[in-house]
């Protein structure tokens, strides 16, 4: 419900293996603006999408999405449009909490459309994915800073992994209005509207490492101290925020 | 945290002649001087002239990252596993002298990973007449000039050409063409060194590096000793 | 043990190795982002409220107390470019062997024998300043400070910038300085008090993750990072 102090509101998704060689969804739960749907998947792969019921977030809002994926189940989960981060009527930030956890064996491919920060917006966004050493995940996230021409809004976006309770990543970025300074500059964006990662998470990874490698001058593929890896980007625009992604999975899941 | 790893970790003390595990280390021996003297020939020719009786490594401190790494892996004078490079933020006398951390880093690692060494080269880039080499780096230091960079550097004198434990004038072939006195530099070097001695030699003739080899050997004499 | 530690540890001729990396400075010039004194300035600014902080943040950690093997891991997932932890880790090395020679203590030595390969710098940094006897804001002060100090010596040398206006940028980051060092040690605290790691800032800069891993792949470069 949406009340002068914003909307408070949560959606959970779980998959689980359904005993068929495919994967069920015992829990598919929406509140407010958050409304999941399960959509057609491909062979034992289970896929929802998130569908956007109303406007948002907004200033206030607090909106968290736990998605649990058991043993040996398969889930796709995506978004129909992009998020749009807004102001609302209280000068609040708003919030944003992604919550994931991936069981043994089992597999989640998060790929949700562009968030984008609106001017005047104030958005805290935390995506935290805990992992069984033996859970694959592919996680997308792409930030563009205001709609076309516009001034971004205030943004901080924290990202969390952790496999087997060790955290192999943790990244905060922050931008827009009132963030520290120099975000803008020649050390963090430099004038950069879209920034992006993937993170791929995959037992191979215990065997053998992905090289580093740079894609361009935008992107590049990091190894990270754990099992994992992490693909950065930065570009003018979403769309090509969205190539770079888009390439540097496909040289990940070529190798 | 594994208090029980039998890795003691690097020594506090820099100077010390000792490894970790108690047995000798390599001596170390410095090459600097100004850029273009010959000190990377000089590394090169000495690589060849002792490679097959000692157990020897390099380590570059170059100002554009590996250029002089380069030079010797293409001369292929020492497996590329004995060559390292040394990062010196532009420059090599800090890198030397003032802050030889990264140095000892590399002298070590090069023990560790191919050793036990007899002789560590240590070479400076290019740099200017007061570049000398730190004790807590290395045991001895060579400074090289050349007969082209003007005769009148031995007269000139500077820390490198008064103190270095040997100088060596280069390229002593040009000599003739570049109109530099040959005999005047001996004794300007003298006078300004008293008993510390001079080499001069061209790595174009038949002797080639030898006296500084045989220098080298003397000095790894009485560091065995 | 006297403040005065504190001059010492962050005096730029403390030898610990900063003198060879850039800080990124070296890509964000060659990239055209970085040309004079307004660049700079607005390259350590940002730098400073993303790796600086969370430099400062792990460093207090370690000078209050906190498991430095665990802070060593939190350092890893806040540096997700290989190079930079590679460069984290070799400077780490450098400062121990700094650290242990000044400021010998038996914490110093057991981290060493953790990571004989070397710790990540700030957290060496932290528990070198525990060792001088300094307290955690001094340690969040001086990783704060080496995170600007760093690129504007090397600005200065890569485009000849005029030491003077580099020297400014940095003056008149002090009141941002002071803040980043309020806020390190505030979240140190909290982790010690909370005992969640989490705690810690993750403050990152895309561009100096992107850079530094396309850097250390130049084959001619002036600095290590």
């Known amino acids: ?255 | 945290m594994h208090l029980d790893h039998t890795h003691s970790g690097p020594a506090a003390v820099s100077a010390d002649a000792h490894r970790p595990d108690g047995t000798r280390r390599a001596l170390r021996v410095g090459l600097g001087g100004p850029v273009g003297s010959g000190k990377t020939a000089t590394v090169a020719a000495l690589c060849r002239a002792l490679r097959d009786e000692l157990s020897l490594a390099v380590v570059t401190n170059d100002i554009y990252t590996r250029e002089d790494a380069e030079f010797l892996l293409r001369e292929a004078v020492l497996p590329p596993e004995r060559i390292a490079a040394v990062e010196t933020g532009a420059c090599p006398h800090t890198a030397i002298r003032d802050d030889i951390s990264a140095n000892l880093e590399a002298v070590e690692d090069l023990e560790d990973e191919v050793g036990p060494l007899d002789l560590i080269l240590v070479e400076s880039g290019g740099d200017n007449l007061t570049a000398t080499f730190s004790k807590g780096l290395v045991d001895a230091q060579i400074f090289v000039i050349d007969v082209a960079g003007g005769d009148d550097i031995p007269r000139k004198g500077g820390p490198g050409v008064a103190t270095a434990d040997l100088l060596v004038v280069n390229k002593t072939d040009l000599a003739p063409y570049v109109g530099s006195d040959l005999a005047r530099m001996a004794a300007d070097a003298e006078a300004q060194r008293g008993e510390l001695p001079v080499v001069l030699q061209s790595l174009r003739q038949e002797a080639g590096v030898r006296d500084v080899a045989d220098w080298v050997r003397g000095r790894l004499a009485a560091w065995a000793a | 043990m006297s403040r005065a530690a504190l001059l010492v540890l962050a005096d730029g001729r403390f030898p610990a190795g900063g003198h060879a990396h850039s800080g990124g400075v070296e890509a964000a010039v060659r990239a055209g982002r970085v040309t004079a004194a307004a660049d700079l300035a607005e390259f350590c600014r940002g730098r400073l409220h993303t790796t600086g902080l969370v430099s400062a943040a792990l460093a207090a950690a370690a000078a209050l107390g906190t498991d430095p093997v665990a802070l060593d891991a939190a350092a890893d997932a806040r540096t997700p470019a290989p190079a930079l932890r590679t460069a984290a880790r070799r400077l780490g090395r450098q400062l121990m062997r700094a650290a242990r020679a000044t400021w010998p203590s038996p914490e110093l030595d057991a981290l060493a024998r953790a990571f004989p390969k070397g710790a990540h710098q700030p957290v060496v940094l932290g528990l070198t300043a525990r060792s001088a006897g300094l307290e955690p804001q001094d340690a969040a002060y001086c990783a704060a400070y080496e995170s600007v100090g760093g690129p504007a010596t090397a600005a200065v040398r890569l485009l000849g910038l005029d030491p003077f206006d580099a020297t400014g940028v940095l003056a008149r980051l002090a009141p941002e300085l002071d803040r980043v060092a309020d806020r390190a040690v505030e979240a140190a605290r909290e982790v010690r008090d909370e005992g969640r790691l989490d705690a810690l800032p993750a403050a990152s800069a895309p561009l100096l993750e992107l850079t530094a891993q396309a850097h250390a792949g130049w084959p001619v470069r002036l600095f290590a990072s």
């Open chain 1, 1 to 255: 419900m949406r009340t002068t102090s914003g909307v408070r509101a949560t959606a959970r998704v779980h998959a689980r293996r359904d005993g068929r060689g495919g994967t069920c969804l015992p829990v598919l739960d929406g509140e407010g603006p958050l409304a999941p749907r399960r959509t057609r998947g491909t062979g034992d792969e289970a896929r929802v999408t998130l569908v956007g019921a109303m406007s948002g977030p907004l200033g206030g809002d607090r909106l968290t999405v736990e998605t649990e994926v058991g043993e040996g189940a398969r889930l796709r989960v995506g978004s129909a449009a992009a998020t749009i981060a807004l102001p609302g009527q209280t000068k609040e930030e708003a919030r944003y909490d992604v919550r994931i956890t991936v069981a043994d064996d089992g597999e989640l491919r998060w790929l949700p459309e562009q968030l984008i920060s609106a001017g005047g917006s104030d958005l805290y966004v935390t995506t935290r994915a805990d992992l069984a050493p033996g859970a694959r995940l592919v996680l997308r996230e792409e930030q563009v800073l205001g709609r076309a021409g516009e001034e971004p809004g205030r943004l901080t976006s924290r990202l969390t992994v952790r496999i087997g309770g060790g955290c192999v990543l943790d990244q905060e970025l922050s931008c827009g209005p009132g963030a520290p300074g120099g975000w803008d500059g020649p050390a963090v964006l430099a004038g950069h509207r879209a920034v992006g990662q993937v993170v791929v998470v995959h037992p191979r990874y215990g065997e053998r490492m992905p090289e580093a490698r740079m894609l361009g001058e935008g992107a590049a593929v990091l190894p990270l101290a754990g099992p994992a890896v992490l693909v950065t980007a930065l570009a003018p625009d979403a769309l090509c925020l969205r190539r770079l992604l888009d390439e540097a999975l496909a040289v990940l899941e070529r190798d």
